[in-house]
């Protein structure tokens, strides 16, 4: 499978921020891209909704997600559909977490954790070569050995 960093649908940033131009609809150049693409899009919305939370304003939070705060309402709307519950209040001037969103932000928090555990697990693996080896032979074959 082709890696992210190695694919033209993907760029980082100077400042090491992940930019993923891919598209499951129109541009995906493998199968396994298709759930890699969903994990990283779940991951961006989950950590939109957290920080909202932690900074309490979506102009702060958008600043610190390097988002307009446009993008940044579209992934809570995302967010928000796909789960199918309401996770924050808004008028013009505060946003407060809902009591379903204060019930899903721990849980939020530990998949982001999970997540980037799970990641880093993958590249250290990755960048050591380990792994599991499987070899199969006939068995004439393997007399020979």
């Not at 499978?1 to 649908?9: L, Y």
């Not at 400042?15 to 693409?37: Q, S, V």
């Not at 982001?112 to 990755?126: F, N, T, V, Y």
Request: proline content about 3%; hydrophobic content about 40%; charged content about 25%.
């Amino acid at each position: 499978m082709i890696q992210c960093k190695d694919c033209e649908f993907y760029r980082q940033e100077p400042d090491g921020r992940r930019i993923f131009l891919c598209d499951p609809f129109n541009n995906i150049k493998e199968t396994e891209c298709i759930a890699k693409w969903q994990l990283l899009k779940t991951d961006l919305l989950l950590q939109a909704f957290a920080r909202i939370a932690e900074l309490g304003s979506f102009h702060q939070a958008a600043e610190a997600l390097h988002l307009s705060q446009s993008a940044l309402s579209r992934r809570i709307s995302k967010l928000e559909q796909g789960l199918g519950v309401r996770l924050l209040d808004r008028t013009t001037r505060k946003v407060r977490l809902t009591a379903v969103g204060r019930d899903f932000l721990p849980q939020a928090r530990r998949l982001i954790e999970e997540l980037e555990q799970s990641l880093e697990a993958l590249r250290d693996m990755a960048a050591r070569g380990a792994g599991q080896v499987t070899v199969a032979c006939v068995p004439t074959a393997a007399l020979q050995v």
